[in-house]
C-alpha cells in the first residue's frame, strides 16, 4: 500500500502560478504511471496530466496544455505540477493518483478506474 499527500494549493490571482507536491509515505510508486485530477464543486473529477513510469511520456488535458507541467522524482517518491498562467477556471481540488499501469495510453489516462490509490486533495483557488 502506498499514502499520498498533496501540498501546495493555495490562493492565487489570475496569471499567476502555482507548484504542487505529492509524496508517497509508506511505500513507493511502485515503479506505476502518476497523474493529476482535479475536481471543482458540482463538476465529475477530471484528468489533468499524466507522466508514465519512467517519466520520459507525459500527457495532458487540452484545457491545460502548455500552462502545465507534470514531472516525478522516483529517488524521492514525489510528484510535481507546475502551474502557471492560472485561470479561474482551474479553481478545484487537484488530487495525485498512482495508476494501474506502468505505461498508460490514451482513453487509459482519463479514467479514473484506472487509478488505484488517491491522495486527499489540495485546494487551488483562482481568484479573477
Known amino acids: 500500500q502506498v499514502q499520498l499527500v498533496e501540498s501546495g494549493g493555495g490562493l492565487v490571482q489570475a496569471g499567476g502560478s502555482l507548484r504542487l507536491s505529492c509524496a508517497a509515505s509508506?511505500?513507493?510508486?511502485?515503479?506505476?504511471?502518476m497523474g493529476w485530477f482535479r475536481q471543482a464543486p458540482g463538476k465529475e473529477r477530471e484528468f489533468v496530466a499524466g507522466?508514465?513510469?519512467?517519466?520520459?511520456?507525459?500527457y495532458y488535458a487540452d484545457s491545460v496544455k502548455g500552462r502545465f507541467t507534470i514531472s516525478r522524482d522516483n529517488g524521492k517518491n514525489a510528484l510535481f505540477l507546475q502551474m502557471n498562467t492560472l485561470d479561474s477556471e482551474d479553481t478545484a481540488v487537484y488530487y495525485c493518483?498512482?495508476?494501474?499501469?506502468?505505461?498508460?495510453?490514451?482513453?487509459?489516462?482519463?479514467?479514473?478506474?484506472?487509478?488505484?490509490?488517491w491522495g486527499q486533495g489540495t485546494q487551488v483557488t483562482v481568484s479573477s
Open positions: 493518483a498512482r495508476a494501474l499501469m506502468m505505461n498508460p495510453y490514451g482513453k487509459y489516462w482519463y479514467d479514473t478506474r484506472e487509478y488505484d490509490s
Open positions: 507522466i508514465n513510469w519512467s517519466g520520459d511520456n507525459t
Open positions: 509508506g511505500r513507493t510508486f511502485d515503479r506505476r504511471a
